[in-house]
């Protein structure tokens, strides 16, 4: 058996975002008056203790709406600049013509997403579940696992975060990190995931090739 449904987050992930979101973080920061991002901030979100953005800049949660809205304004604003992982067209249509189910489940809009992507790759796209609040990925992925119809040993998550994994993790699918995103791929395994990926065609592998573990 294999996986079924492979359910992506975007933004560090698919597409290399990481880097523009560190451009434009100290622009939002100072729009929304909290604390700049350090080295130091940036290595506690990379590493193993999984520190949050909130949590760590003391940021209020009725302020994290406004803040991604921002984000997402202004990454449609500066698309031309985003580009895919060399890699992901070739994953997804692989994926896609193996019989895999795709969704992708984001806190950016569908919108930018599909811009990226293109025609091609987003219609190859089943569900797209975007515009996650920070704390909202739980009930997303929960939207996608109910109208896909399929068991949760048959679906994989596959993100970049710690947040991706503790919502994965919440709703009871096997998570698969990436090495490339914002957090280290050793420090996501510490903290639960199944496997961590070190390029983009292991998860092709891993998905068509491997059966499917179960789900705990």
């Not at 992982?85 to 489940?105: E, N």
């Not at 970049?160 to 993790?169: G, I, Q, V, Y």
């Amino acid at each position: 058996m294999k996986y079924r449904l492979v359910i992506f987050d975007f933004d560090g992930t698919l597409a290399d975002t990481v880097p523009w979101m560190m451009e434009v973080a100290d622009e939002i920061a100072d729009r929304h008056h909290f604390p700049r991002l350090t080295e130091a901030d940036l290595e506690a979100l990379r590493g193993p203790k999984g520190a949050s953005i909130p949590r760590l800049l003391k940021i209020p949660r009725w302020k994290l709406l406004l803040i991604a809205r921002d984000g997402r304004r202004m990454m449609a604003a500066k698309l031309n600049e985003i580009r895919l992982f060399p890699g992901t067209a070739d994953l997804l249509r692989q994926l896609s013509a193996g019989g895999t189910r795709i969704a992708i489940v984001s806190s950016n809009s569908e919108s930018n997403i599909r811009q990226i992507l293109g025609e091609e790759l987003s219609g190859l796209v089943e569900q797209f579940e975007c515009g996650a609040s920070f704390f909202g990925k739980s009930r997303k992925l929960r939207r996608v696992i109910k109208k896909s119809g399929l068991p949760a040993d048959a679906i994989l998550s596959v993100g970049d975060e710690m947040r991706d994994l503790s919502a994965t993790l919440d709703v009871g699918l096997p998570f698969g990190a990436v090495s490339w995103g914002l957090c280290h791929g050793h420090a996501l395994k510490a903290a639960g995931a199944n496997v961590v990926f070190d390029s983009l065609a292991q998860i092709g592998d891993v998905v068509l090739s491997v059966p499917a573990p179960t789900s705990h």
